[in-house]
């Protein structure tokens, strides 16, 4: 509060005014060298550029959207109101799905940049044995790609889940063995890809191929359909779109984090189990004629080919962080802060990339119910996933994955402003 006599009081709303005026330049200034920068790194970018999928993906990958933009400064502005400093070192430990493994390493990594004190290490062992870790009480967080049910909450009294990111099930292929690189974008249906995983679609040139593709010279080698061999969140994703879209998987197949692959035992079929993302993305790499559904960044990282599916408008759409972000925005809707499990595969839209999918965080409400859980554990803890979803956010499209929503980011807020110890609240 500035106090001003009568005798200068002019003088000094004159040097106030003029210190607003030159902060304003200055702000003003480089706001406009930011976006010019932005403008031009944009233009410069050649339409020629997407003629593949991997191209297509880093582009976007490169650029945040004006919106995002504005939501980014939004999260850094909330976030300055919970500026705290950890009362003791304090080691953290976290498990779950390996589709959000990256993202959540990078935050770790940073986090502990940011406080020292605080060391927080996750294993990726698939969104099953996350699950199961939080409900046996052997981890302080987890992570899951699916959803959980009602059964597996009963199963871990107070115990709840929010978004952390999201992103997309990419479908892969390697086909170098017959000279189709993997900048070549293959069309599949829903019906398609579950003729593959059901063992009835056995070659790369079958006629419901074929035809999707008539400007492709699909090879007549067998397709080796690899799956994951673990309970996994990517899993229940890919699983729950076919489903979703294909009555004969859903009679026969349903969905999970793991289920009985019936191309695994149908004749003249070859299925293939592999842990995590990381494992079917190198056994697609590693297999000619393989194909597999991985999280998007394997299948950039291992530079796999990635298709274009099918969506509910009738579209053929390729995994972008853009073409995820519309299928959010398209299926989400007004969360509920009670009830964060959101489902968004086969959502609306022209341009919405139909396997896409939130990924979440585990923890027990009332952190004390989790006997390795201390006070100071609980506290970094929970102020690491309030950075986690605002600042961490900012690291999301570099690693091909989405920021949340700002509807979504403000549904997280209230459910994480009621995370407790023994009903003392974690966060002011």
């Known amino acids: 509060?500035?106090?001003?006599?009568?005798?200068?009081?002019?003088?000094?709303?004159?040097?106030?005014?003029?210190?607003?005026?030159?902060?304003?330049?200055?702000?003003?200034?480089?706001?406009?060298?930011?976006?010019?920068?932005?403008?031009?790194?944009?233009?410069?970018?050649?339409?020629?550029?997407?003629?593949?999928?991997?191209?297509?993906?880093?582009?976007?990958?490169?650029?945040?959207?004006?919106?995002?933009?504005?939501?980014?400064?939004?999260?850094?502005?909330?976030?300055?109101?919970?500026?705290?400093?950890?009362?003791?070192?304090?080691?953290?430990?976290?498990?779950?799905?390996?589709?959000?493994?990256p993202l959540i390493q990078k935050w770790t990594v940073t986090y502990n940049q940011i406080y020292p004190q605080v060391t927080i290490s996750y294993s990726g062992i698939g969104s099953g044995g996350g699950i199961q870790q939080i409900t046996i009480k052997t981890v302080d967080f987890g992570a899951s790609d699916a959803p959980l049910t009602n059964a597996q909450l009963q199963g871990a009294p107070g115990l709840v889940l929010f978004p952390e990111t999201l992103g997309g099930v990419a479908i892969t292929y390697n086909l170098a063995a017959w000279g189709i690189p993997s900048s070549t974008v293959i069309n599949f249906t829903p019906q398609v890809i579950a003729g593959i995983y059901m063992g009835t679609i056995t070659h790369w040139n079958d006629p419901a191929l074929v035809a999707l593709n008539p400007t492709l010279n699909l090879p007549s080698g067998h397709i080796t359909a690899v799956h994951r061999s673990d309970g996994s969140g990517t899993t229940f994703a890919f699983t729950n779109f076919l489903s979703v879209t294909d009555p004969n998987w859903a009679a026969q197949v349903s969905y999970s984090t793991s289920v009985t692959w019936p191309v695994d035992t149908a004749p003249n079929a070859i299925g293939v189990g592999a842990k995590g993302n990381p494992g079917v993305a190198g056994t697609v790499a590693n297999t000619n004629g393989a194909i597999g559904y991985v999280d998007l960044i394997y299948a950039i990282e291992n530079n796999l080919g990635v298709g274009a599916v099918k969506n509910a408008a009738g579209n053929f759409i390729v995994p972008t962080l853009q073409t995820i972000l519309y299928?959010?925005?398209?299926?989400?809707?007004?969360?509920?802060?009670?009830?964060?499990?959101?489902?968004?595969?086969?959502?609306?839209?022209?341009?919405?990339?139909?396997?896409?999918?939130?990924?979440?965080?585990?923890?027990?409400?009332?952190?004390?119910?989790?006997?390795?859980?201390?006070?100071?554990?609980?506290?970094?803890?929970a102020h690491f996933f309030w950075w986690a979803i605002h600042d961490g956010q900012q690291y999301s499209t570099a690693l091909d994955y989405v920021p949340l929503p700002a509807n979504v980011v403000a549904a997280d807020e209230q459910l994480l402003m009621t995370l407790n110890y023994a009903g003392t609240p974690l966060l002011p």
């Open 1 to 101: 509060m500035i106090h001003m006599s009568n005798k200068n009081s002019k003088r000094n709303v004159g040097i106030v005014a003029l210190v607003v005026v030159i902060i304003a330049a200055v702000a003003g200034g480089y706001y406009f060298t930011t976006m010019s920068s932005s403008s031009s790194s944009t233009s410069m970018m050649s339409e020629t550029a997407m003629s593949s999928a991997s191209s297509m993906m880093t582009t976007e990958s490169s650029m945040m959207s004006s919106e995002t933009m504005t939501q980014t400064s939004m999260m850094e502005t909330t976030t300055s109101a919970l500026a705290w400093q950890p009362t003791a070192a304090v080691s953290l430990l976290g498990a779950g799905a390996t589709f959000p493994q």
């Open 327 to 381: 299928a959010a925005q398209n299926a989400t809707g007004t969360p509920n802060p009670a009830d964060l499990r959101l489902h968004i595969v086969n959502a609306a839209g022209a341009q919405s990339y139909p396997i896409a999918t939130y990924t979440y965080l585990l923890v027990y409400r009332d952190m004390s119910a989790n006997p390795g859980t201390t006070l100071p554990k609980a506290q970094a803890l």
